[in-house]
């Protein structure tokens, strides 16, 4: 198995412009979650999907972001306009049904820099 | 709502030596606890996790746990520490049920000195 697969690794940008991450699960789990890091706040859960459906997005900082999942494989963390202080590491992390919070697998995260 | 305090932000240890991260949770239940390590430049990974029973927990790596509801505490222990644990770990502590959430404590960071 793959694990959980983000892109990209890295990601540069200058202020105000659109950023896009990618999550792919593991393949068969049904829950999706998007995590962001941060030296002062730590690990902060911002948003979960159930089976494609978004259960709980009170964690979303704000109006720029959005996340969407289309189908069980893919999901997306959308930040519009971007922001220095949205500079963190952005985690997507997965389970199987019934498994949460037992079991929660992670990527290894994308690593955003707004300049 | 739960929450996690792991009081130490950095700890230094010897190659050898023994090994305690403190972790205290706040919870009106009885909670699920977990311990995550995290390398450099890697996602998160589970070291151990603590549901119900055996109040000591062995994990991964060499790793144990205690969880103490009188003092809610679930310290992470190592006897003798390497330096590739060298990492964050994470304290957290989840619910269960339909709406289950998993919170994490801010992290202590290891280093070991060879």
């Not at chain 1, 393949?27 to 494609?52: A, C």
């Not at chain 1, 990527?107 to 820099?113: A, D, K, N, P, V």
């Not at chain 2, 644990?85 to 060879?114: H, P």
Request: aromatic share 12%; hydrophobic share 35%.
């Amino acid at each position: 198995d793959a694990g959980v697969i983000q892109s990209p690794r890295h990601e540069v940008t200058e202020m105000g412009q659109e950023v896009t991450l990618r999550c792919k699960p593991i393949s068969g789990h049904n829950s999706l979650f998007w995590y962001r890091q941060t030296m002062m706040r730590g690990l902060e859960l911002l948003i979960y999907f159930n089976n494609n459906v978004p259960i709980d997005d009170s964690g979303m900082p704000e109006d720029r972001f959005s996340a969407k999942m289309p189908n069980a494989s893919f999901s997306t963390l959308k930040i519009q306009p971007s922001e220095p202080r949205d500079s963190a590491v952005y985690f997507c992390a997965s389970s199987g049904a019934g498994t949460y919070p037992e079991k929660l697998f992670f990527g290894s995260g994308t690593q955003l820099s707004v300049l | 709502a739960q929450s996690v305090t792991q009081p130490d932000i950095h700890i230094t240890v010897s190659e050898g030596a023994s090994l305690e991260l403190r972790c205290n949770y706040s919870y009106g239940a009885t909670p699920y606890l977990f311990w995550y390590v995290q390398s450099p430049g890697q996602g998160l990974q589970l070291l151990l996790k603590y549901f119900s029973g055996d109040t000591l927990v062995q994990g991964i790596k060499g790793f144990e746990a205690e969880f103490k509801r009188s003092q809610s505490s679930f310290n992470l222990r190592k006897p003798s520490v390497h330096w590739s644990d060298a990492a964050e770990y994470f304290c957290a502590v989840g619910t269960t049920g339909t709406a289950s959430k998993l919170t994490f404590g801010t992290g202590t960071r290891l280093q070991v000195t060879l």
